[in-house]
Structures are given as C-alpha cells and as structure tokens.
C-alpha cells in the first residue's frame, strides 16, 4: 500500500463526500453494470460512510459495499481505512460476515503484509485482543 494508492484513496473519498443523492444513485446504476469498479465503490464509501449515522438505508448500503472491499480488494488502501471497518452492534451480521472474511484472509502464513495490517486496524477498536493476536 503505497503513499500513491492513499493519496487516490483519499480523493475518491473526499469526491465521494461531495455527492449529491442523485449522483449517488447515479454511480450505483453504473456500479450495477461494471461491479468490478473499485473508483466507483470508494466513492460511493465516502458518501454513505457519514449518511449512514443517520440512515439505515446508507448503513445497509455502506456494509454491503465495505464487505465486498473486504472480498475483493482486501490489500487496497480503502480497506484499511474507517469507511469500511464496521461494528459488531451496529452493523450486526454485515460485521460478523466481514469478520469472518477477515479472519480466513489472514488464516495462511504467507498473507500479504497488508491484508494482514488491514486486518488488524479492522478489528483493533472493537476487538483489540483479535488484533493483538494477528500481529
């Protein structure tokens, strides 16, 4: 995870914290035809991440985006980052599905560094002796 891909990270959120509903809903339908978009799910984070307080819709939306994160690019900068680290309470079974994404991405001994480290800042508020262990 280079000072690059958290410097990109970090502008796709902050455009993602600009958007307008309509432009949300705009970059859901394009997320819908191209799945794989990773651009489109990192702005799409930073705009659900602080709607989602106050909304179950954006909760519902920001866990389903923050599980496939987990799923698909674990080793990103966005992984590693609050957008997608969730809680036990609030999230319920979206936290213990990324928990246990999680924990079978870090189960070898040959895991990259970063998905280990990714790991470990996920669990590290809400379970600090889960993070202390994967170190």
């Known amino acids: 995870m280079g000072s690059t891909d958290l410097e990109a990270t970090a502008k796709l959120v902050a455009k993602g914290h600009q958007l307008s509903d309509q ?16 651009s489109l799910r990192i702005q799409l984070l930073g705009y659900y991440f602080l709607r989602s307080h106050k909304s179950d819709s954006a909760r519902k939306a920001r866990q389903r985006h923050a599980v496939w994160i987990i799923q698909h690019h674990a080793d990103t900068a966005i992984a590693g980052l609050p957008y997608v680290h969730l809680d036990p309470v609030l999230d319920g079974e979206a936290y213990d599905e990324a928990k246990e994404l999680w924990l079978g991405r870090v189960s070898t001994q040959d895991v990259d560094s970063t998905i280990r480290k990714n790991a470990i800042k996920f669990f590290y ?3 600090p002796d889960l993070a202390e262990g994967l170190l």
Do not use: I, K
């Open 125 to 127: 508020v809400r379970e």
């Open 23 to 38: 432009e949300a809903g705009s970059l859901e339908g394009q997320l819908a035809v191209n799945p794989t978009d990773l």
